[in-house]
């Protein structure tokens, strides 16, 4: 029997939790090995196109695909830029011209998962539903003026009690303004959960990054799993 | 013949075998994986005129296949080691006699630094090193002004090194990838060049020398436009028999021919907006060289360039088409000079093949296709230098319009 003062709050949440969000369609996570809570789009694009084998801490790091379905659909679209048949085309000119090997593809989250807790280095993603049991959540940043800045103080939002209970997660995109200095002078809502968002704005807000000669700004997925 | 029919059979098999089950075979060794991928093609060429491609296309030729087999494996995170075997006929080419395609060792230092050695596939332009692989391309034949089949091993590989790698420029202005190479080319004896002197009673045993040159190509930040330029320098050597056209009764004496300038720049241009693909490249290649143990001199000036589109209608069904245009001039001095009057006149069809093309291409699956594709050329180009089409089978002459349908299909797994 569900707590009646539970009421407005899980109105609230499956009304603004269908809100439809990109990175909320998946979630990027890798092998207990990377060292890194975060990765630019820029450096996860390198990785899936083979241009990259190791992070920028020096994390060795392979790729793996899912064989299709929304998951797929909308990292090509939102990491990749590219369509599932450009990037077959891509790796096959890598395979037949040696300069490169075919990334593992598997067929579902579960199998995705599975891999990515045994291989070392192993980065794929996953449907935003799915379990992550064994693996670590990669945020994703999403840096926008071609600054690529470090995070060098990261802290991890507080799972809202009620809602991690429930079961409810899901995936908050934002948007950051970094100064100059590193620290973050503002935070806009891009898509999720509000609720889960204000846990991860309040964290986000605390967040550092390397100083720049100028202001910059990142986009960051942070994922909420209630079952982690 | 035996070996041809062998081969064709081999193919063929492989073709119906595919449609049942074809699948990358992958296994592990120390704990890290082995892959194994393959690829074949057949098609046919009928020419209502002029045979080309050394094949008897004014009769219709099925003369037209290939296959390669390759297996890579990642030896440590940084160092993946791999070769692939290569094997065609194409008319009087190849004749089935295999190679080694690509044989590398290849340590990723960077993404923005790496090296390969071995046998390597040279980057020159969009598909130098692709242009085997007919299962990628939407065209059947790429274009023969740029990527002339007949010709394919005069830039498909050198035994040497590469080094590579990317580079994210600031501010968003893309990617840039670059590569540098310096190596040995080496000739079969059963490609283009050889044949194409066959027909002065030249027997080629040797035909290679030092090959080296970059490419650059940049990402840049308008999505879906890639631009880049290559150049390619070689030093070439030829050797074997020719008969002596200033005494034809002394039979065969010893034959040379060598580099004394062999270069090729060439620029290009991709643009992709949705199923839309726009392609252009030109090529300059420009080869002045000894001919017949220094007594003669030859300068061949070639200029090749085409614009492609192709439209993906849907999942199955792809169209394209391009516009291919070849001009060669040619001039020979010393003592040769008086058997090879100087051709300038790009005007004519001696040293002009201008080729327009319609194609379609039907995938079957993930890994079969067929096309289907015209081409309505003028010029036959068989000037200095060849260009799909040869004297040895076209010994009627030839005429200045061919037009030719080919179809093709391929697997890949």
Same mark, same amino acid.
């Given at each position: 029997?569900?707590?009646?003062?539970?009421? @407005?709050?899980?109105?609230?949440?499956?009304?603004?939790?269908?809100?439809?969000?990109?990175?909320?369609?998946?979630?990027?996570?890798?092998?207990?090995?990377?060292?890194? +809570?975060?990765?630019?789009?820029?450096?996860?694009?390198?990785?899936?196109?083979?241009?990259?084998?190791? $992070?920028?801490?020096?994390?060795?790091?392979?790729?793996?695909?899912?064989?299709?379905?929304?998951?797929?659909?909308?990292?090509?679209?939102?990491?990749?830029?590219?369509?599932?048949?450009?990037?077959?085309?891509?790796?096959?000119?890598?395979?037949?011209?040696?300069?490169?090997?075919?990334?593992?593809?598997?067929?579902?989250?579960?199998?995705?998962?599975?891999?990515?807790?045994?291989? *070392?280095?192993?980065?794929?993603?996953?449907?935003?539903?799915?379990?992550?049991?064994?693996?670590?959540?990669?945020?994703?940043?999403?840096?926008?003026?071609?600054?690529?800045?470090?995070?060098?103080?990261?802290?991890?939002?507080?799972?809202?009690?009620?809602?991690?209970?429930?079961?409810?997660?899901?995936?908050? *995109?934002?948007?950051?303004?970094?100064?100059?200095?590193?620290?973050?002078?503002?935070?806009?809502?891009?898509?999720?959960?509000?609720?889960?968002?204000?846990?991860?704005?309040?964290?986000?807000?605390?967040?550092?990054? &390397?100083?720049?000669?100028?202001?910059?700004?990142?986009?960051?997925?942070?994922?909420?799993?209630?079952?982690? | 013949?035996?070996?041809?029919?062998?081969?064709?059979?081999?193919?063929?098999?492989?073709?119906?075998?595919?449609?049942?089950?074809?699948?990358?075979?992958?296994?592990?060794?120390?704990?890290?994986?082995?892959?194994?991928?393959?690829?074949?093609?057949?098609?046919?060429?009928?020419?209502? !005129?002029?045979?080309?491609?050394?094949?008897?296309?004014?009769?219709?030729?099925?003369?037209?296949?290939?296959?390669?087999?390759?297996?890579?494996?990642?030896?440590?995170?940084?160092?993946?080691?791999?070769?692939?075997?290569?094997?065609?006929?194409?008319?009087? $080419?190849?004749?089935?006699?295999?190679?080694?395609?690509?044989?590398?060792?290849?340590?990723?230092?960077?993404?923005?630094?790496?090296?390969?050695?071995?046998?390597?596939?040279?980057?020159?332009?969009?598909?130098?090193?692709?242009?085997?692989?007919?299962?990628?391309?939407?065209?059947?034949?790429?274009?023969?002004?740029?990527?002339?089949?007949?010709?394919?091993?005069?830039?498909?590989?050198?035994?040497?090194?590469?080094?590579?790698?990317?580079?994210?420029?600031?501010?968003?202005?893309? %990617?840039?990838?670059?590569?540098?190479?310096?190596?040995?080319?080496? !000739?079969?004896?059963?490609?283009?060049?050889?044949?194409?002197?066959?027909?002065?009673?030249?027997?080629?045993?040797?035909?290679?020398?030092?090959?080296?040159?970059?490419?650059?190509? #940049?990402?840049?930040?308008?999505?879906?436009?890639?631009?880049?330029?290559?150049?390619?320098?070689?030093?070439?050597?030829?050797?074997?028999?020719?008969?002596?056209?200033?005494?034809?009764?002394?039979?065969?004496?010893?034959?040379?021919?060598?580099?004394?300038?062999?270069?090729?720049?060439?620029?290009?241009?991709?643009?992709?907006?949705?199923?839309?693909?726009?392609?252009?490249?030109? *090529?300059?290649?420009?080869?002045?060289? +000894?001919?017949?143990?220094?007594?003669?001199?030859?300068?061949? !000036?070639?200029?090749? #360039?085409?614009?492609?589109?192709?439209?993906?209608?849907?999942?199955?069904?792809?169209?394209?088409?391009?516009?291919?245009?070849?001009?060669?001039?040619?001039?020979?001095?010393?003592?040769?000079?008086?058997?090879?009057? @100087?051709?300038?006149? &790009?005007?004519?069809?001696?040293?002009?093949?201008?080729?327009?093309?319609?194609?379609?291409?039907? %995938?079957?699956?993930?890994?079969?296709?067929?096309?289907?594709?015209?081409?309505?050329?003028?010029?036959?180009?068989?000037?200095?230098?060849?260009?799909?089409?040869?004297?040895?089978?076209?010994?009627?002459?030839?005429? @200045?319009?061919?037009?030719?349908?080919?179809?093709?299909?391929?697997?890949?797994?």
């Amino acid at each position: 029997m569900m707590n009646h003062r539970l009421f @407005p709050l899980v109105a609230v949440v499956m009304m603004f939790g269908s809100v439809p969000t990109v990175a909320g369609e998946f979630k990027l996570i890798a092998n207990s090995s990377v060292k890194a +809570d975060s990765i630019s789009t820029g450096e996860l694009k390198k990785v899936f196109l083979e241009e990259k084998n190791a $992070l920028h801490d020096g994390t060795h790091v392979e790729p793996v695909l899912e064989k299709g379905g929304p998951a797929h659909q909308a990292f090509l679209r939102e990491c990749l830029g590219s369509t599932d048949d450009d990037l077959q085309t891509y790796y096959r000119v890598l395979v037949f011209t040696g300069k490169g090997s075919m990334p593992k593809e598997l067929g579902s989250d579960a199998e995705i998962v599975a891999y990515v807790a045994k291989t *070392r280095g192993a980065i794929g993603y996953v449907s935003a539903e799915a379990s992550a049991e064994g693996v670590k959540t990669l945020a994703i940043e999403d840096v926008r003026n071609g600054v690529e800045r470090k995070l060098i103080t990261r802290v991890e939002p507080a799972y809202p009690e009620t809602l991690k209970r429930l079961n409810i997660g899901g995936t908050v *995109r934002l948007q950051l303004t970094v100064a100059p200095k590193g620290n973050i002078e503002s935070v806009q809502l891009l898509g999720g959960n509000p609720i889960l968002a204000e846990a991860a704005v309040a964290a986000v807000k605390q967040w550092m990054y &390397t100083p720049s000669h100028s202001r910059t700004t990142a986009e960051v997925s942070i994922p909420f799993d209630p079952k982690r | 013949m035996r070996r041809r029919i062998l081969g064709l059979g081999f193919v063929c098999a492989w073709l119906c075998a595919g449609s049942i089950s074809l699948r990358a075979q992958e296994f592990k060794v120390f704990g890290r994986t082995v892959q194994v991928h393959g690829f074949a093609s057949q098609g046919f060429v009928y020419t209502n !005129d002029n045979n080309w491609l050394t094949m008897n296309t004014s009769q219709g030729s099925a003369a037209f296949t290939d296959f390669g087999l390759n297996t890579s494996y990642q030896v440590t995170d940084k160092l993946r080691v791999g070769a692939q075997g290569y094997d065609r006929n194409l008319g009087q $080419l190849g004749q089935y006699h295999p190679s080694l395609d690509w044989a590398v060792a290849d340590y990723r230092f960077k993404s923005w630094l790496g090296i390969r050695g071995g046998k390597v596939k040279t980057t020159l332009g969009l598909y130098t090193d692709t242009q085997d692989l007919d299962f990628l391309q939407a065209f059947a034949l790429l274009p023969q002004s740029v990527y002339p089949t007949d010709l394919r091993e005069a830039t498909i590989a050198h035994l040497g090194g590469d080094i590579y790698g990317d580079i994210s420029l600031k501010h968003r202005l893309g %990617d840039l990838s670059y590569t540098a190479y310096a190596g040995h080319r080496s !000739d079969s004896i059963y490609s283009g060049y050889p044949y194409y002197l066959s027909s002065f009673g030249a027997r080629i045993t040797s035909f290679g020398g030092l090959q080296y040159g970059a490419d650059l190509r #940049w990402r840049n930040p308008v999505k879906g436009l890639l631009i880049g330029a290559s150049r390619l320098n070689e030093d070439i050597t030829g050797r074997g028999s020719a008969l002596n056209p200033f005494n034809l009764a002394a039979g065969l004496v010893p034959y040379s021919e060598a580099s004394k300038a062999d270069w090729a720049n060439q620029f290009y241009g991709r643009y992709t907006v949705g199923r839309l693909r726009i392609e252009s490249e030109y *090529r300059r290649y420009w080869r002045n060289q +000894d001919l017949f143990n220094g007594t003669s001199e030859s300068f061949a !000036d070639v200029h090749g #360039w085409y614009v492609s589109g192709a439209y993906r209608i849907c999942k199955r069904l792809q169209i394209g088409s391009y516009y291919s245009r070849y001009t060669i001039t040619n001039t020979v001095a010393g003592a040769l000079a008086a058997f090879y009057p @100087p051709a300038t006149d &790009t005007s004519l069809p001696d040293n002009h093949d201008y080729d327009k093309v319609i194609t379609g291409r039907v %995938d079957l699956n993930k890994f079969w296709n067929v096309k289907i594709e015209g081409h309505f050329m003028n010029g036959y180009g068989s000037g200095p230098y060849p260009n799909g089409f040869y004297t040895q089978v076209n010994p009627q002459g030839f005429s @200045p319009n061919t037009n030719a349908l080919v179809l093709k299909t391929s697997l890949n797994f």
